[in-house]
């Protein structure tokens, strides 16, 4: 069973910088494609940036050139770094893990890191 945890988040003014972890049991996250999503309550899941298994990047359009997502292989870990933070970015953020190239049931979640935008 594959672990995924998210930490970093917290309450930031606008304007301000988060840095998000993820890190994974194992290396899995060089086999597997990563994804940061992010949810608000009474709304769907929102997808705001992936990192593909050969290392291509993409971001929602109201996330770009605010966050970068990355990795580090020596620590089995992937950031989204937030920049310039605004409320609207309020949301619960999730880690994703998703090896379902390899095998169906390869698909993992953290369980969420809280992060709130406000003065």
């Known amino acids: 069973q594959v672990q995924v945890v998210e930490s970093g988040g917290g309450l930031v003014q606008p304007g301000g910088s988060l840095r998000l972890s993820c890190t994974t049991s194992?290396?899995?996250?060089?086999?597997?494609?990563m994804y940061w999503y992010r949810q608000v309550p009474g709304k769907q899941r929102e997808l705001v940036a992936t990192l593909t298994r050969t290392g291509n990047t993409n971001y929602a359009d109201s996330v770009k050139g605010r966050f970068t997502i990355s990795r580090d292989n020596a620590k089995n870990t992937v950031y989204l770094q937030m920049n310039s933070l605004k409320p609207e970015d309020t949301a619960v953020y999730y880690c994703?893990?998703?090896?379902?190239?390899?095998?169906?049931?390869?698909?993992?979640w953290g369980q969420g890191t809280q992060v709130t935008v406000s003065s």
């Open positions: 994703n893990a998703d090896g379902r190239v390899y095998d169906p049931n390869y698909n993992y």
């Open positions: 194992g290396s899995i996250f060089r086999l597997y494609a």
